[in-house]
């Protein structure tokens, strides 16, 4: 007579085979699904208790040992000049860690509750805006994305939203949402999407105004649905929520034309001869007398221009600025290209005379800083597609001639 099947059940509920459905064998027991989904809830929860007391840890050691100045100092080793907006970046970014870390507090009930403060960049192209908020990354131990908002349209429409922000920061924090709502965003070309005009738009402006309304919520601060992988939302997608409370946004744009707009309006209210050495200083450099009122000029809405209220310019760089930035920041780009060559056992080196050289094309450029990588490259082309396969020469030196050979 065959054995009667003796009956199994989980070793944590006690609920036989039957009833639980499915049971996973170990060594010396089983368990049932509910009670394998149970313990990985526990074991996740004491994951992110573990990395909440991790994440105030290094709040406080943050700021401890790194001050504004400590923070200016670093950024100092890559950005030239600019010394207004290091100082009010690196500012910022110490404040937003005073914040996380009282909001990290065990204390409910603070009796003052500080509020972010987002930044604005504006600066024309090439000055270092994107530079100084790459840098800043290298500095932080919080999550840190760069957007772009040119290819941001209102909801619905062809581009991507607004939420996609989101997803890049979920990335860089590995989809930890915890670490996420207390990181940086720092959007790019917030000025495209102006509207065109100072006017309340009667039309729709999808790539404009409706992109500066869909940015208010995540600005301000509140619980968003974001895609886990981007793109569109999907009524049967999986959404992750995530509160924008306690991230901090930059943002960074060239703004053509708002100088004129300010010589404008400076000019309109000058009276007198007290008023021309005001009109100079404006000629100068337009961009120190920036106003909410030229940002709205601009097509900037108000309610955007309220939730980003430090506002600060970038110089334009001259001859002098050109000429440190590349030769002294640790990643200079003359540094870049002689580690290139050293690579191959090459030593490579410039003439004084042949970098003024390189200086003044990028100024007929005007393209900022952002121009001498591409006429180095015009300059050195030629020599690092010849030199790593000529074994005997081992040093090459750039002279005024060369410069003037290759690029006029």
């Known amino acids: 007579m065959a054995k009667k099947k003796q009956s199994i059940s989980c070793s944590f ?56 100045s400590d923070i200016k100092q670093f950024l100092d080793a890559y950005v030239i000049g600019q010394l ?13 860690y005073k914040r996380l870390g009282q909001f990290s507090q065990a204390e409910k009930d603070q009796e003052v509750e500080i509020e972010k403060s987002n930044i604005l960049l504006v600066g024309d192209t090439g000055t270092g805006k994107t530079l100084l908020a790459k840098t800043i990354a290298k500095k932080l131990n919080v999550p840190f994305c760069i957007a772009d908002a040119t290819v941001f349209t209102e909801s619905g429409y062809v581009g991507e939203d607004v939420e996609s922000v989101l997803t890049r920061l979920l990335q860089a924090a590995n989809y930890d949402v915890q670490a996420a709502e207390r990181g940086i965003v720092f959007i790019d070309e917030i000025d495209k999407v102006a509207r065109k005009s100072d006017n309340p738009s009667i039309t729709r402006d999808v790539s404009g105004e409706g992109v500066q309304q869909g940015l208010l919520k995540l600005i301000e601060g509140a619980v968003v649905s974001v895609p886990p992988q981007g793109g569109r939302k999907h009524p049967d997608q999986k959404m992750i929520q995530v509160n924008t409370q306690h991230i901090l946004f930059i943002c960074g744009g060239a ?42 000029s601009f097509g900037l809405i108000p309610e955007l221009i309220g939730r980003v209220p430090i506002h600060t310019f970038l110089d334009t760089l001259d001859e002098k600025a050109l000429q440190r930035i590349l030769v002294e920041p640790k990643n200079a780009l003359i540094k870049q290209y002689t580690k290139l060559f050293d690579m191959d056992g090459i030593a490579l080196n410039f003439e004084k005379k042949a970098l003024d050289l390189i200086v003044q094309k990028a100024i007929q450029t005007k393209l900022g800083a952002r121009g001498l990588r591409s006429i180095c490259e015009m300059v050195l082309s030629d020599l690092m597609f010849e030199l790593p396969s000529d074994k005997k020469t081992k040093k090459y030196t750039v002279t005024e001639a060369y410069v003037k050979q290759r690029l006029f």
């Open 13 to 68: 509920c006690g609920r036989s085979e039957h009833s639980s459905g499915l049971l996973i064998s170990g060594v010396s027991g089983h368990i049932c699904l509910d009670c394998n989904q149970a313990a990985a809830d526990i074991f996740n929860q004491s994951l992110t208790h573990e990395k909440s007391k991790e994440n105030k840890v290094d709040t406080e050691d943050f700021i401890q040992k790194n001050k504004p």
């Open 84 to 96: 207004r907006a290091k100082k009010i970046l690196s500012t910022a970014v110490y404040n937003h």
């Open 255 to 296: 703004f053509v034309g708002i100088n004129k707009i300010i010589s404008r309006r400076i000019r309109a209210g000058s009276l007198g001869f007290s008023s021309l050495n005001e009109e100079e200083k404006a000629e100068s450099n337009p961009l120190e007398f920036l106003t909410a009122q030229d940002l709205k």
